[in-house]
């Protein structure tokens, strides 16, 4: 039995951890699982947007399963270790070398801790449940976050916030990460689901290409001057103009009928 579910409902591919019994941490074996179900969904044509939630309603992720990556990382030689986990996919798939152009949406219910709010920052909506909890606490062991959340976060609620969740390593509340920014919108519990997977299929009747082009935009001018990000906005609505996507959304707009977009 596999430790992440995924179910196709349309358009939209749910990925679940499914680990409650261990907070939805990821041990090698499911975070593994979890990167092939990327693979699968980003290679799909069909699938335009995925929702990742955990199991359960007291967990999304609470990072890795230290028990075992303490085993398997002692057993593991380096070179193995570097290729696999280090300049292969991070934790969780997403977080590092793995660029999905298709809109994601984390459906956080309860803790999403360390490597599992890093997973949840990689994701490009956060819905989550009032219960939800949140920090990064690698510094209370030693060390510091290394699968994206030192970027990604100051990026989403800006360097005064991560500054004080990261030196901190304190958690936040559901109340507090939607006042700065970091989850788009709070759900009751029983609702999260189903809220972010019908937002889901509203995001996946939208022009896909745009979308992916418009996601590239956004990752790929951090850190660009304001003249070099307008000119790569302004390159990509360009070439969108050669696409089925354009034509499609443009004649459906004219003729005031919903607009049945192909991806191409």
Not at 108 to 134: K, V
Not at 159 to 175: P, Q
Request: hydrophobic share 40%; aromatic share 8%.
């Amino acid at each position: 039995m596999t430790d992440i579910l995924t179910e196709t409902r349309g358009p939209v591919t749910l990925i679940t951890i499914d680990r409650a019994d261990t907070m939805n941490s990821l041990d090698f074996a499911a975070n593994d699982a979890l990167v092939e179900a990327w693979r699968r969904f980003d290679a799909d044509p069909e699938a335009r947007v995925a929702v990742i939630t955990g199991a359960g309603d007291k967990a999304f992720c609470a990072g890795a399963d230290l028990k075992t990556y303490t085993i398997d990382f002692a057993n593991r030689p380096a070179p193995e270790f570097r290729q696999r986990y280090t300049d292969g996919p991070g934790f969780g798939g997403i977080t590092r070398n793995m660029e999905i152009g298709k809109p994601i949406v984390a459906a956080i219910n309860g803790f999403a801790i360390s490597g599992g709010f890093e997973l949840a920052l990689a994701c490009d909506i956060r819905f989550c449940s009032p219960n939800a909890e949140f920090a990064l606490q690698d510094v209370k062991w030693g060390f510091h976050a290394c699968d994206g959340g030192l970027i990604r976060l100051p990026q989403i609620v800006g360097l005064g916030h991560a500054m004080e969740i990261v030196l901190s390593g304190e958690r936040i509340d559901a109340e507090h990460a939607f006042r700065i920014g970091l989850v788009n919108r709070i759900h009751p519990a029983d609702q999260l689901l189903g809220k972010a997977m019908d937002y889901a299929a509203m995001l996946a009747s939208r022009a896909p290409l745009p979308q992916r082009f418009a996601k590239d935009v956004m990752r790929r001018s951090v850190g660009m001057t304001l003249e070099e990000a307008l000119r790569l906005e302004s390159r990509s609505f360009y070439d969108l103009g050669g696409t089925q996507d354009i034509r499609e959304g443009t004649t459906a707009f004219r003729e005031k009928r919903a607009a049945r977009f192909r991806g191409d």
